[in-house]
């Protein structure tokens, strides 16, 4: 009981902060896009698309300050815990300089590496500037971020982070204007990034009161240790970015910027859906951790066949909307004229049904010290991504790049991580699939049904009023019919299905 209750709060605090980062994006995009107009958005489209690959500077360490800090803290190794943290804060110091060399070569650079669809290419080289700046200041300040992770204050860490997106939004909406558009939000970024990084320092060290810096801690077998776990949780930051940032970056130098907003529509959506059902691998991986440094091996399995349940059902859940009302919340969200945009949204939440669950595995088994494989499988599916998104663009367009991420997604995801996965945690496959897949059917059968009644009998589009309250009364049907297929199994009116579930 007291394991649903952590991981249930810890959930609830971060659906709840992403909850609110989903308004304020749904809200922003448009305002911004409208705002800059086409071009200019699709360049800082383009040029964000490269910062997101200062995920790679992190070296795998951020996952690697959460497991051993949840694992030191729960063995109440505090010395040990002191000295993860502050390796972490040294290699992110080096890096850190690092980056700022890189970045004024990039920006010394500008003008001569892409033909630039703004007026200016002084706001360009600015924007690049700031940008690299913001990189460092989270670089550092994501090790405290991780210490909040590792002792699993979930709900502080997402209370900062609601107060991030909300104060991003209000300073956008006050300053943002077309001429020097970009430079002014990469300066909201980077204003936001301070006080989010300096939140994080405050609450770690009121957290962990043992916390401490110093040469003294700064050990070699420490940087071993967290290396021999970093340069495979490094693996797997890298297959993600390639797959989730290099799209963007393959249609603006084949198809041009203004190809980049369309795929971009639907890219962003998905990414809205998907994070909040992803928290749920985010809060599992330093509850992993402590399970298995505690020795609890039978809850451990059933948090793995729980979080995975969850996952499907909540990733299939929003594929089932989209297919009914994916273009009425496009349309009403950036307007018309973007058609493709739905149709490629379906086709990536369907990729997602697979991703999401077996991405929550991969976590846990991160959690548990099991990196090697799944970082390399991830790696695996990344560059064949690729491979295939550039071979796919030209005949296909948008749709080959589409195509190019989720066929490698399946095939390596499902044809061997998932069995790998299976075999290091010793779990039969059919009791997997019974205690993942099983309590789902009824619940997403009956979502399925009111979905494509509403579609047939009433027009949402046009209002957020209508598509709120069809949203609402989807999750009112898919909850309460898994709720009641919960208590109909208490009661033993119907079959568990599952024994580990």
Not at 332 to 358: C, F, K, N, T
């Amino acid at each position: 009981m007291k394991l649903r209750s952590s991981i249930k709060a810890n959930l609830l605090a971060s659906w709840a902060a992403h909850g609110v980062a989903l308004a304020v994006g749904l809200f922003l995009m448009p305002y911004v896009l409208h705002t800059l107009g086409d071009g200019s958005y699709g360049t800082w489209i383009f040029i964000n698309a490269f910062s997101n690959y200062a995920g790679l500077l992190y070296l795998g360490f951020g996952k690697t300050v959460s497991r051993f800090v949840a694992s030191y803290h729960a063995r109440h190794e505090w010395d040990r815990l002191n000295e993860v943290v502050n390796v972490a804060l040294a290699v992110y110091s080096l890096m850190g300089l690092l980056t700022l060399v890189a970045v004024g070569v990039l920006a010394w650079l500008a003008p001569a590496l892409h033909a630039w669809e703004v007026d200016s290419v002084l706001e360009i080289q600015w924007v690049i500037v700031v940008l690299g700046v913001n990189v460092v200041i989270g670089l550092v300040g994501s090790v405290f971020g991780g210490v909040l992770y590792g002792v699993q204050r979930f709900d502080q860490e997402r209370t900062i982070l609601i107060g991030a997106d909300l104060l991003r939004a209000a300073l956008t909406v006050l300053f943002l204007q077309s001429r020097w558009g970009l430079l002014t939000l990469s300066l909201i970024f980077l204003v936001v990034t301070v006080l989010e990084n300096l939140a994080h320092i405050a609450l770690a060290l009121r957290n962990v009161p043992t916390l401490a810096f110093g040469v003294r801690y700064l050990k070699l077998h420490t940087l071993k240790e967290c290396l021999g776990f970093s340069v495979f949780a490094l693996v797997g930051t890298l297959a993600g970015q390639l797959i989730y940032a290099t799209d963007t970056v393959v249609i603006g130098f084949v198809l041009g910027a203004r190809a980049i907003v369309p795929y971009y529509i639907a890219l962003r959506l998905c990414q809205f859906l998907r994070r909040p059902i992803q928290q749920i691998g985010d809060v599992c991986m330093p509850k992993a951790g402590e399970l298995q440094a505690r020795s609890q091996g039978d809850q451990l399995q059933s948090l793995v066949v729980r979080s995975m349940g969850v996952a499907v059902l909540l990733a299939a859940g929003v594929l089932i909307g989209a297919v009914c009302f994916g273009d009425a919340l496009i349309e009403r969200w950036v307007g018309p004229g973007y058609p493709e945009s739905h149709l490629l949204l379906m086709a990536m939440l369907a990729g997602q049904v697979v991703a999401i669950p077996i991405d929550v595995l991969r976590s846990i088994m991160f959690g548990m010290g099991h990196v090697r494989g799944p970082s390399l499988a991830y790696l695996g599916e990344a560059l064949a991504n690729i491979v295939l998104s550039l071979i796919l663009i030209h005949p296909l367009g948008l749709w080959g790049v589409a195509l190019g991420t989720i066929i490698p997604l399946v095939l390596v995801e499902l044809g061997w991580l998932l069995p790998f996965a299976l075999r290091k945690l010793q779990f039969h496959p059919l009791v997997v699939a019974r205690g993942v897949l099983g309590p789902q059917i009824l619940p997403l059968v009956a979502l399925l049904c009111y979905s494509t009644w509403v579609d047939s009998q009433f027009d949402v589009s046009g209002s957020w009023v209508r598509l709120g309250a069809v949203t609402v009364g989807g999750g009112a049907v898919l909850g309460g019919t898994w709720g009641l297929q919960w208590l109909l199994q208490r009661s033993g009116r119907v079959p568990r299905a599952a024994a580990a579930a």
